[in-house]
């Protein structure tokens, strides 16, 4: 069993950062591949960027390739998303995951946090 929770959302002007954070319960956190997902009002969950289990692999969605960066502490056991260059269509719930591989689909993953609102104004 896994818990997951987030933390640092907020509201941030356009071009600013945010750094979120989800920090994880259990002792099996370096066995879990953690992943990012996101959801706007009236549109569907989507997958931010993941890293591996040992945090040697991320990968990122196109939308946040090069402005986002994922990163995790085992020891700590916690993930963070660093956001930058933030754009108003970066507002949304950003959710933490954690799965067995980096994928894109929400199936892939077994346990999720509560979700943090991030906004971002013009």
């Known amino acids: 069993q896994v818990q997951l929770v987030e933390s640092g959302g907020g509201l941030v002007q356009a071009g600013g950062s945010l750094r979120l954070s989800c920090a994880a319960s259990?002792?099996?956190?370096?066995?879990?591949?953690m992943a990012w997902f996101r959801q706007a009002p009236g549109k569907e969950r989507e997958f931010v960027g993941g890293i591996s289990r040992g945090g040697g692999s991320t990968s990122y969605a196109d939308s946040v390739k090069g402005r986002f960066t994922i990163s995790r502490d085992n020891a700590k056991n916690t993930v963070w998303l660093q956001m930058n260059s933030l754009k108003p269509e970066d507002t949304a719930v950003y959710y933490c995951?954690?799965?067995?591989?980096?994928?894109?689909?929400?199936?892939?993953?077994?346990?999720w946090g509560q979700g943090t609102q991030v906004t971002v104004s013009s």
């Open positions: 259990g002792r099996t956190f370096s066995s879990r591949a």
């Open positions: 995951a954690a799965g067995s591989f980096v994928l894109t689909t929400m199936k892939s993953y077994d346990y």
